[in-house]
């Protein structure tokens, strides 16, 4: 297991032995905190990455009826709709043993989040401090819906930020609500899953650039990073 300054990057030679160590990882984590914690809050991204992780995690024997579980960002889309996140973790993760545990979303039936944001930030803040954070990273080095010139991300970066911020940028396809930095890396334990040489290539880039260009560096200290080609 490589360590270079305070984040640990560990490499898996398949995709499935990254699946299945860090949904073990997970399970772990969560499993800790609940021995502190009478709940937990977890929270995980969307895209394409983390739905096998969901499926091995779902299984896992510990008290998930004491986890709340948040996204760490959201496409302000209802739920019907194939890009929602709420969607993907309700199809994935909040399954098998997994079901029991409580949803708290950060899209509601409304057409701009900031009609919502305070309700939404309402049920979230008195569960912090995030006890687990899954997090993913795209190939332009954001992390959640922290978004490279993105509208709302100086925001979402700085020290006081609020717990959720709009982000808008003209080439996504919806307005996107994203835990703020200062939430997601001020979660107790942190795990990065990236797969392919051009995300790792891209977090070598990240660690030598500021937040503002390289969003996933606002979240990079003591994280965990999950990586496979
Ligand atoms: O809502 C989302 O899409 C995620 O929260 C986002 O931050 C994701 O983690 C990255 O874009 C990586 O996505 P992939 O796993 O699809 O590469």
Known sequence: MERYEALIFKEYPDFDMLVMDVASALANDLSEALHHEDRVLFAVPGGTTPG?????LSVADLDWERV?????????????NPR??????????????AMAARFLPLYASALQPEDVLAELEAMIAPKLPLAVAL????????????????????KALSENAPILVPVRREDLPETRVTLSARVLDGAMRKHLLIQGEDKRIALEKARK????????????DGANVHWTV
């Open 135 to 154: 997090l993913g990273m795209g190939a332009d080095m954001h992390t959640a819906s922290l978004f490279p010139k993105a509208q709302g991300l100086e």
């Open 52 to 56: 096998p992780v969901f499926d091995a």
């Open 68 to 80: 709340d579980i948040c996204p760490t960002d959201e496409r302000w889309v209802p739920e019907i």
């Open 209 to 220: 650039l500021r937040a503002k260009e390289a969003p996933i560096q606002s979240v990079l």
């Open 84 to 97: 929602s996140n709420a969607r993907l973790i309700k199809e994935r993760l909040l399954v098998n043993r």
